[in-house]
């Protein structure tokens, strides 16, 4: 356990353990060697950046398998994407559903959930629009070009929400005019940062719902959204 603590490539370590095993590890230690784990752990006090660092943050929250991988090297943190495409057909849109099969430029998840064992935080959500290049070619829907929701003033105007296993992690009722960046040079388009990222625990069932006023200028059969959760997973 001590040589995973001082060869991990994570800052905030020991959140992995916590303070009870911790304890245990540096029972029966010369001094020196203790002085030098001791050293290692609070020299930990900076985090790491971005969605990592936010990762890091909530090391204690992970079930106990994935933290052991982790400190092993049978997991690592990674960038990570969860995406989805959805024809919208009605006011009510849930871009991540049960029925749902994994499809290369379609949706990188099935059912509606994580791969097993994997852990994601959320970060950050892009949300962007597009109508389909032929209606009548199906396989034309993995060559959308996507843009701004501000391109569809009716989609701009809705409202979004955010759950995992039931549990909110971007209340009801919030407005699609978050994700308008057209402007914004130092985000990607349609980006919105969470100031409070969440987990997201495999098996969990996630749901993006967006809500629509109107489909007053939606064209039938051929408007799509396209949503991506942004953050740090653990892959293999």
């Known amino acids: 356990m001590t040589d995973d603590v001082m060869n991990s490539e994570y800052n905030n ?27 290692r752990i609070a020299g930990q006090v900076h985090s790491s950046r971005r969605s990592r660092g936010e990762m890091e943050k909530f090391f204690k929250q992970l079930p106990k398998h994935v933290k052991g991988e982790l400190l ?32 290369v430029a379609v949706r990188n998840i099935s059912n509606a959930k994580l ?5 994601f935080l959320v970060s950050g959500i892009i949300l962007l629009t597009g109508k389909i290049p032929d209606p009548q070619d199906k396989e034309s829907i993995k060559a959308i070009n996507f843009g701004s929701v501000s391109r569809v003033p009716a ?24 994700f308008i960046t057209d402007n914004d040079t130092t985000v990607p388009l349609g980006y919105y940062k969470l100031d409070n990222p969440r987990l997201i625990r495999d098996e969990e069932l996630i749901e993006f719902t967006v809500e629509l006023g109107t489909m007053f200028n939606i064209p039938n059969n051929e408007q799509y959204l396209y949503i991506g959760l942004d953050g740090t997973g653990t892959t293999p």
């Not at 370590?13 to 010369?30: D, K, N, P």
């Not at 809705?158 to 296993?165: D, I, M, P, R, V």
């Open 72 to 103: 092993k090297g049978g997991v690592r943190l990674a960038d990570y994407t969860i995406y989805s495409t959805k024809l919208i057909t009605s006011k009510t849109i849930k871009m991540f559903e049960p029925q749902d099969d994994k499809e």
């Open 115 to 119: 791969p097993k064992n994997m852990v």
């Open 13 to 39: 370590v020991g959140e992995l353990f916590g303070i009870g095993e911790l304890e245990r590890a540096t029972q029966g230690m010369s001094p020196v060697k203790k002085a030098m784990f001791i050293k």
């Open 155 to 178: 989609i701009a105007n809705g409202e979004f929400s955010l759950k995992a296993n039931r549990k909110q992690i971007v209340p009801e009722n919030q407005s699609i005019r978050r």
